[in-house]
């Protein structure tokens, strides 16, 4: 499994999300993800959407997943402290 493919897996799973995923090896991956739907949730929530998102394939083509889940405004501030005027 690439990283486009898991990208693509994810955006299904959440219409309207920003995701950027990478991988080294196809089997092993880091997910950033934006969404909407992630306000008000606490982390675990959001990480059972992505994984909801990528079914079974969790385990089997993709072996671990590290998940950076973000609302909007949670990732304006995150961005704003990085880089600061």
């Known amino acids: ?24 090896d196809d089997t092993h991956f ?16 959001r990480h059972q959407q992505v994984y909801g998102a990528l079914g079974a394939r969790m385990g089997r083509e993709i072996h671990a997943l ?5 609302t909007p405004g949670e990732w304006s501030d995150l961005a704003a402290t990085r880089n600061p005027r």
Do not use: C, N
């Open 66 to 70: 590290s998940i950076e889940a973000y």
């Open 1 to 24: 499994m690439t990283a486009d493919e898991v990208t693509r897996l994810i955006e299904t799973g959440l219409p309207g999300a920003r995701v950027r995923v990478v991988t080294d």
């Open 30 to 45: 880091t997910a950033v993800i934006v969404s909407e739907r992630f306000e008000g949730q606490r982390s675990i929530k």
